[in-house]
């Protein structure tokens, strides 16, 4: 995938907005993650023929992996959202995070700013909708 523009300078989204934006993250990272799975097979086969030259060339590869992982970590953070680890997305709502993991295919969760993936909590089981989006 291309390079990404700036989207939101105020990073700051409704949950309308978040989900109108979960396509292109989910596609982004879609690709990312299916480019970091041809190197990570690449890395078990070397070091699994062992030798020195083998684990050097996995080394090298572990290195791409990680520039794989930094170029989606920095689209993302260019659509104005926070990459919070590998392949997991979180999307300001004023009031705490929509928080997103791939391969989930919806927007489904949010938790407060002072809690993290563990202690997310469904969007629809929120008693109040503007907890959450106080853009709604």
Same mark, same amino acid.
């Given at each position: 995938?291309?390079?990404? #523009?700036? $989207?939101?300078?105020?990073?700051? #989204?409704?949950?309308?907005?978040?989900?109108?934006?979960?396509?292109?993250?989910?596609?982004? &990272?879609?690709?990312? %993650?299916?480019?970091?799975?041809?190197? &990570? %097979?690449?890395?078990?086969?070397?070091?699994?023929?062992?030798?020195?030259?083998? *684990?050097?060339?996995?080394?090298? *590869?572990?290195?791409?992996?990680?520039?794989?992982?930094?170029?989606?970590?920095?689209?993302?953070?260019?659509?104005?959202?926070? /990459?919070?680890?590998?392949? !997991?997305?979180? #999307?300001?709502?004023?009031?705490?995070? #929509?928080?997103?993991?791939? /391969?989930? *295919?919806? *927007?489904?969760?949010?938790?407060?700013?002072?809690?993290? $993936?563990?202690?997310?909590?469904?969007? =629809?089981?929120?008693?109040?909708? %503007? =907890?959450?989006?106080? !853009?709604?």
């Amino acid at each position: 995938m291309g390079s990404v #523009f700036e $989207f939101n300078r105020h990073n700051v #989204f409704s949950k309308e907005q978040a989900n109108q934006l979960l396509s292109l993250v989910y596609r982004i &990272t879609s690709d990312a %993650d299916a480019e970091l799975k041809k190197i &990570t %097979d690449q890395i078990k086969l070397y070091k699994e023929q062992g030798g020195s030259r083998n *684990l050097e060339i996995a080394s090298d *590869l572990e290195g791409h992996a990680q520039i794989i992982i930094t170029k989606w970590e920095s689209k993302i953070i260019k659509l104005g959202l926070e /990459p919070k680890g590998v392949w !997991l997305v979180d #999307f300001d709502s004023g009031s705490g995070y #929509f928080c997103w993991k791939y /391969p989930e *295919l919806e *927007l489904k969760f949010w938790h407060g700013y002072k809690d993290g $993936f563990s202690n997310r909590q469904p969007i =629809e089981g929120t008693k109040n909708i %503007d =907890e959450c989006d106080p !853009l709604h």
